[in-house]
């Protein structure tokens, strides 16, 4: 589990690099590159991906929420 939760950190990570240099880089006027949005679009989409992965772990039982408690 822990493996799947680093690879998607570093794939959201990955994306918003990837967005942060396509908006960086000088384009054909004022216009920015389609590829900007499609690289944001990547990072929602592994970062929706990963919090479901998560919460189908939880409710399967596989993963056990820790922390501290709300009652005394």
Known sequence: MNFVILIAFIGILGA????????????SGDKRSPNM???LAVRVGVSVALFLII??????????????????
Request: charged letters at 10%; a positive charge; hydrophobic letters at 60%.
């Open 16 to 27: 918003l690099a990837a967005a942060g240099f396509f908006m960086l880089r000088k384009g």
């Open 37 to 39: 949005a499609r690289a």
């Open 55 to 72: 919460l189908f772990c939880w409710w399967m039982g596989w993963i056990q929420p820790t922390g501290v408690p709300m009652s005394r």
